[in-house]
């Protein structure tokens, strides 16, 4: 089969952390063809999509990432595009999936251009605000006040479009610097922001649980450096082995038809203290993480499920 990411530059994957690298690998292994091209990269002819693209190679031994070739054709006659651009989800970002919307019948996209419009990874979420901790969003500065004051004088406040842990902090009633957060994250009002009750198991790591077409692939514990409330690798926290609870399967089970609905075949589910922090869609990380905890290629189920499904499509 052929394979297509739509990514930030591939050159700059790291061989050990990246989770694109991982499907690169485990794809190659199956024997498909795979290649690389950035947002920019595709253009529309009529009902036509077409792109610009690189074939690639990957492997574990330096050179991690082999470019090729450049190549044009139409996106439909690939059978798989893994949308795998980081974060924002930003104008660029929702051009992108209209594009892929056109003409990809028999083209497996992973997640679907649709499940990404709808699902903002933390206001999707809020569709099971029963199984999250206390949460309201508003650009409103004295609401979060009183949301602080409420949680017992501490919370955590979060932008709405952030990923990897940026800009995320916690907020203490008697801090100073309080005002100055809540006006920066907000833009001084003119901007929504997410605010959290604050989970002192964070302290402990939180979990990165890690789905395929709605149902559990694995879940590895991401824990903060000491002098950090943020888990995510990307900011420095290390990573451990672990299981799910019966109340997170529960998560998962309520959460997964949901997401398969969407389109959201891979996602990273975020809990801290057995309650949903986030719903991860864009470009979910940490398979690479789970694969050495478990001794397992938990990628190469990926790829198999993505065959599966093109096969399914005629």
């Known amino acids: 089969m052929r394979f297509l990411f739509v990514m930030d530059p591939a050159e700059n994957m790291l061989p050990d952390k990246d989770t694109s690298f991982a499907f690169m690998r485990a794809a190659i292994a199956r024997g498909h063809q795979l290649f690389h091209c950035a947002p920019e990269d595709l253009s529309l002819a009529g009902d036509q999509l077409e792109v610009r693209c690189t074939d690639l190679k990957v492997a574990d031994q330096s050179p991690h990432v082999v470019l ?14 893994f949308i795998r651009k980081d974060p924002p989800f930003d104008t660029a970002y929702l051009h992108l999936t209209q594009e892929l919307d056109i003409g990809l ?6 997640n679907h251009p649709a499940g990404l419009r709808a699902a903002n990874e933390k206001l999707f979420a809020l569709q099971f605000h029963h199984l999250m901790p206390r949460t309201a969003v508003t650009r409103d500065r004295e609401k979060i006040f009183d949301f602080v004051r409420d949680g017992g004088g501490q919370a955590v406040l979060k932008p709405l479009d952030g990923a990897g842990g940026s800009g995320v902090v916690a907020l203490f009633e008697n801090d100073k610097n309080l005002k100055a957060l809540v006006d920066l994250l907000t833009s001084e009002g003119q901007e929504q922001a997410m605010v959290q009750e604050f989970k002192p198991s964070v302290e402990k790591g939180d979990k990165r649980v890690l789905l395929l077409d709605g149902e559990l692939l694995g879940a590895i514990r991401r824990v903060p450096r000491a002098d950090d409330i943020r888990a995510n690798i990307h900011v420095g926290g290390t990573v451990e082995a672990t299981e799910l609870t019966a109340r997170e399967m529960e998560i998962v ?14 996602v990273g589910l975020d809990m801290i203290g057995e309650s949903l922090i986030e719903i991860n869609v864009t470009s979910p990380t940490g398979i690479q993480e789970l694969g050495r905890l478990t001794n397992s290629c938990p990628e190469d189920q990926v790829i198999a499920w993505v065959e599966k499904k093109r096969l399914s499509l005629g």
């Open 253 to 266: 089970q309520q959460v997964g038809p949901v997401l398969r609905k969407h389109g959201l075949y891979f």
């Open 68 to 81: 090729g070739s450049t190549s044009e054709f139409r996106v439909a006659e690939l059978d798989a595009v």
């Open 105 to 110: 019948e028999q083209t497996v996209v992973m």
